[in-house]
């Protein structure tokens, strides 16, 4: 086998085992915080629970995981040569990276019911409305999971800037608002 067939052949594996160790440690990452707050909640004597949204930059891949919903949201210029061209429109679209994880959903729902679980008026249990969030004990019997969503891209000269937010912030702000709200503050033309 010629050479650079190998040397093509062995920089894809070893790109393919970079991003399969990438998204192990996001998942183990996200195991061992949640087991860390349920063992201080315990102690605390507290319920509560977070979402979470988090952003890796490997090289030149993004990867992007959350839980509940916390989102991501990715400014790109969608010209051609990623340029704006002066002719009034916002240079940057908003693309949002992330999945929310409610009760309401139906992949959610199911999972939460065979789990034992139930959900009433779009939440588990009639009282929360994500299905997946760190801590929240009294609800790990029944559905809910710290486990991500992991999604990757590779980036290129289009890619501006991302959003991460909880309900707060896209509570306020849909994606395209965000987008245009900080393109201004930075300035983008």
Do not use: C, M, W, Y
């Given at each position: 086998m010629p050479r650079s067939i190998c040397t093509r052949m062995f920089c894809q594996l070893a790109y393919h085992l970079d991003v399969k160790a990438a998204k192990k440690a996001i998942l183990d990452g996200f195991r061992k915080t949640d087991e860390s707050l349920l063992q201080q909640s315990v102690s605390g004597a507290w319920l509560d629970g977070a979402t979470a949204v988090c952003v890796w930059v490997l090289g030149r891949k993004v990867f992007?995981?959350?839980?509940?919903?916390?989102?991501?949201?990715?400014?790109?210029?969608?010209?051609?040569?990623?340029?704006?061209?002066?002719?009034?429109?916002?240079?940057?679209?908003?693309?949002?990276?992330?999945?929310?994880?409610?009760?309401?959903?139906?992949?959610?729902?199911?999972?939460?019911?065979?789990?034992?679980?139930?959900?009433?008026?779009?939440?588990?249990?009639?009282?929360?409305?994500?299905?997946?969030?760190?801590?929240?004990?009294?609800?790990?019997?029944v559905g809910v999971v710290a486990t991500p969503d992991i999604h990757s891209f590779d980036l290129t000269e289009k890619e501006h800037f991302i959003i991460l937010g909880c309900d707060g912030l896209w509570g306020v702000f849909g994606p395209s608002d965000a987008v245009e709200f900080v393109q201004k503050l930075l300035k983008i033309e």
């Open positions: 992007i995981a959350n839980i509940g919903d916390a989102k991501a949201v990715l400014a790109r210029s969608f010209a051609s040569d990623g340029l704006n061209h002066s002719d009034g429109a916002s240079p940057l679209k908003a693309i949002v990276l992330t999945r929310e994880h409610k009760a309401i959903f139906p992949q959610e729902r199911t999972r939460i019911l065979k789990a034992g679980g139930t959900v009433t008026n779009g939440r588990l249990q009639g009282r929360l409305e994500v299905s997946r969030a760190f801590g929240d004990r009294q609800f790990k019997k």
